[in-house]
Nanobody, 120 residues
Framework: QVQLVESGGGLVQAGGSLRLSCAASGTIVMINDMGWYRQAPGKQRELVAT???????KYAESAEGRFSISRDNAKNTVYLQMNSLKPEDTAVYYCSAHAQAWGAAVFRYWGQGTQVTVPS
């Protein structure tokens, strides 16, 4: 199994910054892409940003230019630097990893989520 643990969420004023971290642990054979998704109250979960094992990135239009995703493959950790935060960024942010655990098939794993709140 692969476990994902997020950290770094919190309350920040509009225009501020936060850095989210997500560490993967367990009997990891390999991790393909890692990413961040978010879900606001009453809305569906949506993609924020993803990063491949080689470092290729993809962003939602709402995150482009303000957020930056990176990863440390040696630490099995993915980061999301969020700048110029807006009230509409308020959501629970989930880490995801497309990974393979020892003796298992490739599977998309999810973290428990971390709350980001930007008051209006």
């Amino acid at each position: 199994q692969v476990q994902l643990v997020e950290s770094g969420g919190g309350l920040v004023q509009a225009g501020g910054s936060l850095r989210l971290s997500c560490a993967a642990s367990g009997t990891i054979v390999m991790i393909n892409d890692m990413g961040w998704y978010r879900q606001a109250p009453g809305k569906q979960r949506e993609l924020v940003a993803t990063i491949s094992s080689s470092g290729s990135t993809k962003y939602a239009e709402s995150a482009e230019g303000r957020f930056s995703i990176s990863r440390d493959n040696a630490k099995n950790t993915v980061y999301l630097q969020m700048n110029s935060l807006k009230p509409e960024d308020t959501a629970v942010y989930y880490c995801s990893a497309h990974a393979q655990a020892w003796g298992a098939a490739v599977f998309r794993y999810w973290g428990q989520g971390t709350q980001v709140t930007v008051p209006s």
